[in-house]
T-cell receptor, first 113, second 114 residues
Framework: GQQVMQIPQYQHVQEGEDFTTYCNSS?????IQWYKQRPGGHPVFLIQ?????EVKKQKRLTFQFGEAKKNSSLHITATQTTDVGTYFC?????????????FGKGTHLIIQP | NAGVTQTPKFQVLKTGQSMTLQCAQDMNHEYMSWYRQDPGMGLRLIHY???????DQGEVPNGYNVSRSTTEDFPLRLLSAAPSQTSVYFCASSYSGQGYNEQFFGPGTRLTVL
């Protein structure tokens, strides 16, 4: 089946440092969504990217969708302790299909004060 | 709005027992789905429904049954629990068509099968 590879699996940063997580697909995506899951919580939707080369910002978070619509990234500037959690990307393959969204395995962000 | 609700929050079963995980949403969403989350595996789709009376299998459907008699409810049944089904189960809903709209997740059910 289709796979979305997400790296790194874990990222330790000092508070105030930047953080980036990457998602890659071998085939073209129709769109990509990003979710955040706090420890012990449930995934919460952050954003959806649809257009080739799209860049969206939410305060300190910057989301990008590649020109070929096969990769995406989430960058957090100057991390804060509230950013702790796991960040998932979820891709929708062109034509949709029965499986719908395919989730990456997530990047765990650990922040050291 | 309560959003997506799930019961129970925690459950311990013995191998071979059956049970139903409940999921309800009050947002009038057509699309509902069940995921399981295991360490290092991300979220994997078990079953989904595009509307009342319509269900289909996802990536990991074996050992689970679903039905959708109303728009609001989408229960997940474990037929004969196995230790491999120890996991966190999330129900999700969206306005229409999985992947085309924001997914709203419930708080999850943490299931242990002994």
């Amino acid at each position: 089946g289709q796979q979305v590879m997400q790296i790194p699996q874990y990222q330790h940063v000092q508070e105030g440092e930047d953080f980036t997580t990457y998602c890659n697909s071998s085939t073209t995506l129709s769109n990509i969504q990003w979710y955040k899951q706090r420890p012990g919580g449930h995934p919460v939707f952050l954003i959806q990217l649809v257009k080739s080369g799209e860049v969206k910002k939410q305060k300190r978070l910057t989301f990008q969708f590649g020109e070929a619509k096969k990769n995406s990234s989430l960058h957090i500037t100057a991390t804060q302790t509230t950013d702790v959690g796991t960040y998932f990307c979820a891709g929708l393959y062109s034509g949709g299909g029965a499986d719908g969204l395919t989730f990456g395995k997530g990047t765990h962000l650990i922040i050291q004060p | 709005n309560a959003g997506v609700t799930q019961t129970p929050k925690f459950q311990v079963l013995k191998t071979g027992q059956s049970m139903t995980l409940q999921c309800a949403q009050d947002m009038n969403h057509e699309y509902m789905s069940w995921y399981r989350q295991d360490p290092g595996m991300g979220l994997r789709l078990i079953h989904y429904s595009v509307g009342a009376g319509i269900t289909d299998q996802g990536e990991v459907p074996n050992g689970y049954n679903v039905s959708r008699s109303t728009t609001e409810d989408f229960p997940l049944r474990l037929l004969s629990a196995a230790p491999s089904q120890t996991s966190v189960y999330f129900c999700a809903s969206s306005y229409s068509g999985q992947g085309y709209n924001e997914q709203f997740f419930g708080p999850g059910t943490r299931l242990t099968v002994l």
